[in-house]
């Protein structure tokens, strides 16, 4: 997810989509200790993922 569509989701929004990433992120860390996956690379996309929601909460939180 791109920071541009981040900015303009609301907050409930961005607290769905953390949840939804956080449970993606969680799911894929799981696949690749059972088996490896297909591509790696996306456990880090989906980590940064998180972190950018995240980033974006707490931002509005302080404002």
Known sequence: MKQSEINNLSAAELQEKLSQSKKAYADLKMAHAISPIENPLQIRTARR????????????AQQ
Do not use: D, N, Y
Not at 49 to 60: G, P
């Open 49 to 60: 993922a998180v972190a950018r929601l995240a980033t974006e909460l707490s931002k509005r």
